[in-house]
Each structure stands twice: as structure tokens, then as C-alpha cells.
């Protein structure tokens, strides 16, 4: 029996993963030539061009240059149109909403930091958000309406049976029951939200050190600690959205802290997070504390500390008990998940390079029988807002590189 358009199997079917494999490959190689997109799509030369005509036709491939230092004339190159579609991302902390608009192809094209201290209390949520992303908006030279998808990250998760922010008390604003649907009727494109560390996660899995991991663990310091647990592939983001709150874990070297949401602290958070390494240094002699934003100053003294020379003295003991602090939690997730590779990730991390990452393994040689691989997380730049903006993209592409309709 003959199958309808939709069917799969059918020829428009077909014909869209063509379109959508071409697609990629344009996104993931850059220009091609119709000769060479036929080659790793495995299409002849006049599918090829067939492919090539429809996705320009509908405004999602461009004619480029051509190719050079080969004999004869050079062949057409074809790339991804960049104004084919446009996504949006913003990451919030209590301090800032920082905000980024990018082009289908993944590049960035307008960014803008609105900041927050001072102004909260007399800016609703709402607006601060619409401002961020006009701002982002017109750097890139846009409308509001361009911007196919948003997607925003926060501190904690938003609980979908309450669609109320939990997780996140330090977060002004963010709290109110109606927030969700003030958001939506004020923007116009759809809007996602996500945890601030899983979109980290989603960075690192698609453009640095999880690249090709299905299971792992991105552990997570800067403003606060935490984890974003990936498994199968997907992110895991628990019953009410706390999956990854590893700061209230409670752990041996700390005091066993109660009522943590009250709180909005646990034993890991006070034992390794990023506001306790200025009290362990001097604890350990370290003489020359910075003064500033705590995240500021454990990174200052994370990175000195790793380019310490000397064997022992203060600089190294920090690092090292630092990285037993970050070990004792983590064996509880490795434990618990066996994950084939730990990211680490946020400054307090990212500063110590592969000196406390060296140490953190050893450590946790110790103290749990699997053995994941550690690396050091390679989005450094705003992994979070990359992270909403890859998310953001991911959705957008499915939708706008979909020819089957």
C-alpha cells in the first residue's frame, strides 16, 4: 500500500533527511561543494544538486565563493545561511542578567549585560529579563521577533508541578507563583528554562570535554556548587528539578547542617564551596588573601596555588585539601552513578587546571572503587549562557532544517 506524504519512507520524507543531513554537515564542515556533500551523503551528483537548489530556494543554504588551487574552473560552494533562523539565550546570577542572541549557525551576534545590584528590588523580574534581550537583540541588529527560541538560565529549577523557582533562595525576584506566565505573555517567541549548571553540561557535551560522552558528571563551582548528572545522553533533572544540588549533600568534614532549604546550604557547599577557600587559606597560612566577590577570590587563590613551585608550604596544602574537600563529595555521585567521565567545571575549578584535577583523581582513587576519567572543563567563556544559546539552537534547528512540511 502506498504511504501517505507523511509516511516513513515516503519520498518527502526521504527527502527531508537528506535535506537535514545535508544541512548538518554544512553546520559541522563549513562551505562544501555540491561534489562533496554528494560524497558524505552518499547522494549522486544530480540528487546533489537537487538537495542544493530546494534548501536555497527555501532560504536555508546560501552560494558562496568557489573552490581554489585546483586546475580549472573552481566549483560552487554552498553554506547554511546564517539569517536563516536567529536563537536566544541569557544567563541569571544574583549580580547580573547577561544575555546573547545567535545566529542559526551558532555564532554569536549580539551580546549585553544588564546589571542587577541596586536595581532589583525596583525592577520586576520580567523586565529585567525583556531588557537584557532587547539589549542583545539590538547589538545584533534585530527585532525582538527574530529571535526564534529562548532560553534562560537560573540558579536551581523551576518545580514543574508548582512552576514555582526552588533551589534558589539567593535569587531576588525569581520566586513568585505567576513568574512563569508573566514571562511567556510579555516575549514573544517560546521560552525554556533550565538550571544553570545543566546548561554548562550541555556546553561542555557539545562543544568541549564531554564531547562523545554519554554518561557523566560536570561538577560545578563558582557562585554556588553543584553537579548536572547526564545519563543516556539526557540530562537528569530529578522529580522536582533538584537532581544535581550537591551543595546540601551532607559530607564527612562537615558539620551535619539541618533544614538545608531554610538554610540554602548543606555540608559540601560549606566544606568546598567556592566561599570557604578564603578561610582555608589563612586556616593554612596563606598569607596574601585577595579581597573581593568570594567566587573572585577562591579562583585568584585556586590559580596561584596550582602555580605554586614549591613542593609543600601553604599554596600546596591548600590545593591539596581543597582537592580532598572536592573529592569527599565526589565519591558519593560516583558511588552512586558510576559515570564514565567528571567534567570540572566554574572558576573554582577551571582555575586549578590539570594540577587539582590530578589531585582530585588521586583522591578519589581513594575513596570510591570506580575510576571515571576527570577533565578539566574546556567552555571557560560564559559556559552557561553558551550552554542556553546551544540549547536554544538545538530546538531551533530541528524546527527551521525540518523540509518534510
Known sequence: MAGTAGTPGTPRVLRAMNDRAALDLLLEHGPLSRTRIGKLTGLSKPTASQLL????????????GTTE???GPGAQLYEVNPAAAY??????????????????????VGRYELPTPGRRAATPVVQQVTDALDGAVKAAGLARDDVHRLVIGTPGAFDPGTGRLRYASHLPGWHSPALLEELAAALPMPVEYE???????????????????????????????????????????????????????????????????RTGSGGFQELA??????????????????????????????????????????????????ATRLATGLASLVSVLDPELVVLSGTSLTAGGEALRDLVRDELEELAASRPR???????EHPVL?????????TTRDEVFDTSR
Open 386 to 394: 553558551r550552554g542556553a544559546l546551544e540549547s536554544a539552537l538545538a
Open 195 to 261: 538550571n544553570d549548571v545543566n546548561l554548562a553540561a550541555v556546553a561542555e557535551q557539545r562543544l568541549g570535554a564531554a564531547r562523545g560522552h554519554e554518561d557523566f558528571v560536570l561538577l560545578w563551582n563558582q557562585e554556588g556548587l553543584g553537579a548536572a548528572l547526564v545519563l543516556g545522553g539526557r540530562l537528569h533533572r530529578g522529580w522536582t528539578g533538584g537532581a544535581g544540588e550537591v551543595g546540601f549533600l551532607p559530607v564527612p568534614g562537615a558539620p551535619l547542617v539541618r533544614k538545608v532549604s
Open 273 to 322: 564551596g567556592s566561599q570557604a577557600l578564603a578561610g582555608l587559606a589563612r586556616e593554612l597560612g596563606v598569607t596574601d588573601v585577595p579581597s573581593g566577590p568570594y567566587p573572585e577570590v577562591a579562583a585568584t587563590l585556586v590559580a596561584r596555588a596550582a602555580r605554586a613551585d614549591a613542593a609543600d608550604g601553604p599554596q600546596r596544602r591548600l590545593l591539596q585539601t581543597y
Open 69 to 71: 588551487g585546483r586546475p
Open 53 to 64: 537548489a530546494r534548501l536555497e530556494a527555501a532560504g536555508l543554504v546560501l552560494a558562496g
Open 374 to 380: 576527570l577533565a578539566v572543563g574546556d567552555v571557560t
Open 87 to 108: 536563537a536566544a539565550g541569557i544567563d541569571v546570577t544574583p549580580d547580573r542578567v547577561l544575555a546573547a542572541v545567535a545566529d542559526v549557525t551558532g555564532r554569536t
